[in-house]
């Protein structure tokens, strides 16, 4: 594995609930991602998978342990493409994608790096639709353009085919899939989906129920990009076997 | 209007059909000191002169009233935004404000700032700002985490916050906050003028209550206040909605 972007070092993290309890969440994750690697991050509902992406960001510091992102939040050098798209209503698509650029104050070539991004995300010709007049597939490669705009180093992307049918959900991860081998970002992202976790990372880690550790890493050794025919592949089904009976073994 | 929307409006206009029908032949068989809807309809034709003269200063005094309390609604709400103490401070004190009943604030005002136009119109501004200053208030403050962790990671600067998120986050709640101000600023008009004022619609009606001489012009002067009302609503909800058009949430 090349240098680590990210290390998670014995982290743990609880939420304070009402009456003062609180509820253990994460518990003693110990992680690294190289350079350019791509990680899913699997687990059962309520598992956390969120929250480390929130760790990553810096929204909050971890309970215990030690979170390492290079480059950290607030950088500009990280993007998050959230779960329910997090598109300003009120822009375009094309003035969503802007909108990164806006806030770093990047003027040049402003213009061509929209452009670009939206052509990448395959959402160029909906620039001046409004985020509401977009199906969910098209709204998540609009946000996909937004977090490419800037070029990331680190790329977060939480359940990215959570609120997708199947079909939608598999358009989406090809082109997503070709959109992770292109940039040079070290990508993180947490699904519930087991084939697409597999299809599109170089590595899925596995976590527990509550309070959560690592149940298991996964190497998906086929190297990126995949082709829509990786999905019929026997390297393929034996991956997402092996990712099931560790998520059922941890389960029992 | 669609074919719906004309077919939701013929029971309530045939029943205010039959309820006009109904007075009229009761008027005009007790010979009862109220009168007839014809003989209202006649006193605004021929007296039109005398509506309008009264009608237009009170618009002037709910129009002006509302644009200051607009300008004023609108500043309060951004430095009760920006400002977590002066929220902290004077917020409780504005909702406790308007346990106060408006026409027990009216004439208390007019003793203080005096009578005169342009009393009249700072006494209706302030009882109409409180609906602004609530929804602008709420609409600045309360936005999407998803959004401002988006903020957050592009590292943005406090008045990109404010004037790229919170203040485009507020025009929903404007437009509902303006619809109420609208009410409240022809009501706050003609409540004002029963403290002293010798023209205009509210005027006329205290006189009248102290010295019924006219009860004709009284029920003409009642019709006027009500198409004035919605007259003054619908138009500024139409102007909002105009200007704002993009930024407010998608029909249902």
């Given amino acids: 594995m090349s240098a680590s972007r990210i290390r998670l070092t014995g982290v743990g993290h609880s939420y304070a609930a009402n009456g003062g309890l609180s509820t253990p969440v994460l518990d003693g994750i110990d992680l690294e991602v190289g350079q350019g690697e791509v990680v899913a991050l699997v687990g059962p509902s309520g598992s956390g998978k969120s929250t480390l992406l929130d760790l990553l960001e810096g929204r909050f510091p971890p309970g215990r342990g030690e979170v390492y992102c290079s480059p950290g939040a607030a950088s500009g050098r990280m993007a998050r493409v959230y779960q329910d798209r997090a598109l300003l209503p009120w822009r375009t698509v094309r003035e969503n994608v802007e909108l990164p650029l806006e806030l770093l104050r990047i003027s040049d070539g402003r213009k061509e790096r929209v452009d670009l991004a939206l052509e990448r995300a395959a959402v160029a010709e909906f620039g001046d639709f409004l985020p509401r007049q977009l199906s969910g597939g098209l709204a998540y490669r609009a946000s996909i353009a937004r977090a490419l705009v800037t070029n990331p180093e680190i790329l977060l992307l939480d359940e990215p085919f959570g609120s997708l049918d199947e079909v939608t959900a598999e358009s989406v991860m090809l082109v997503l899939g070709d959109l992770l081998h292109t940039s040079t970002s070290t990508s993180v992202f947490v699904t519930h989906n087991v084939e697409q976790a597999v299809f599109l990372s170089d590595r899925v880690v596995v976590l527990s129920p509550r309070p959560t550790k690592i149940a298991g890493i996964i190497e998906v050794k086929r190297p990126r990009p995949r082709r829509r025919e990786f999905l019929g592949d026997a390297s393929f089904v034996e991956c997402v076997r092996d990712v099931r009976q560790c998520l059922r073994r941890d389960r029992s | ?252």
């Fill in chain 2, 1 to 252: 209007m669609s074919f719906t929307g004309i077919r939701q409006w013929i029971s309530p206009g045939l029943a205010l059909i039959g309820l006009l029908a109904l007075w009229e032949v009761a008027a005009r068989v007790t010979h009862a000191d109220t009168p007839a809807p014809t003989q209202i309809l006649q006193s605004l034709a021929s007296d039109s002169r005398f509506y309008l003269e009264n009608a237009a200063l009170t618009m002037l005094e709910a129009v002006g009233g509302l644009v200051i309390a607009i300008v004023i609604a609108y500043s309060t709400a951004s430095l009760f935004a920006l400002w977590a103490p002066v929220r902290r401070a004077l917020f409780p004190l504005v909702i406790a404000s308007q346990t106060i009943p408006l026409v027990a604030v009216a004439p208390v005002l007019a003793t203080i700032i005096g009578d005169g136009l342009f009393s009249r119109i700072f006494i209706t501004a302030w009882l109409c700002w409180f609906p602004l200053v609530v929804s602008a208030t709420h609409g600045l403050l309360h936005v999407e985490p998803e959004h401002h962790a988006l903020f957050a990671t592009y590292g943005a600067s406090r008045s990109d916050v404010f004037w790229k998120l919170r203040v485009p986050n507020c025009t929903g709640t404007v437009l509902a906050g303006m619809r109420a101000a609208a009410g409240f600023a022809f009501i706050g008009a003609i409540v004002v003028e029963y403290s002293g004022a010798t023209k205009g619609l509210g005027a006329f009606l205290i006189a009248q209550a102290r010295n019924p001489t006219d009860p004709v012009r009284v029920f003409g002067v009642v019709v006027v206040c009500a198409l004035c009302g919605l007259l003054l609503t619908q138009v500024s909800h139409g102007i909002v909605r105009q200007l704002l058009h993009r930024y407010l949430p998608a029909e249902r």
